[in-house]
Nanobody, 125 residues
Framework: VQLQASGGGLVQDGGSLRLSCEVS????????MAWFRQAPGKEREFVAA???????YYAASVKGRFTIFRDNNKKTVALRMSSLKPEDTAVYYC????????????????????WGQGTQVTVSS
């Protein structure tokens, strides 16, 4: 399985971006998927997760602003980001888990088996 993240870029405070994670191999719908991010000097943090059954979970800091979903072709998991803030600036990574864990474990990066290469999101003030 390979994950290819794309869609990052530079956007102004309050702007929007859409990130995509293309899953090669089995369809993305057979994994639990997630987005994490890592800002300079900080640890990688959970952003959002999408279970194979369609359930979604969000970090408190992005809830109501970000939406994780699968594209119709099932091979891409996207993250729609709106009302972006400078503190959203980070490298964003998509991840996939073979196993389906309880919801609290979805926020743990160690639970994921496959990772994309990351895409930079920069929000200017």
């Amino acid at each position: 399985v390979q994950l290819q993240a794309s869609g990052g870029g530079l956007v102004q405070d309050g702007g929007s971006l859409r990130l995509s994670c293309e899953v090669s191999g089995r369809p993305g719908s057979t994994y639990d998927m997630a987005w994490f991010r890592q800002a300079p000097g900080k640890e990688r943090e959970f952003v959002a997760a999408l279970r194979r059954n369609g359930a979604t979970y969000y970090a408190a800091s992005v809830k109501g602003r970000f939406t994780i979903f699968r594209d119709n072709n099932k091979k891409t998991v996207a993250l729609r980001m709106s009302s972006l803030k400078p503190e959203d600036t980070a490298v964003y990574y998509c991840a996939a888990s073979e196993r389906s864990y309880i919801s609290s474990y979805l926020r743990d990066a160690d639970r994921y088996d496959y990772w994309g290469q990351g895409t930079q999101v920069t929000v200017s003030s």
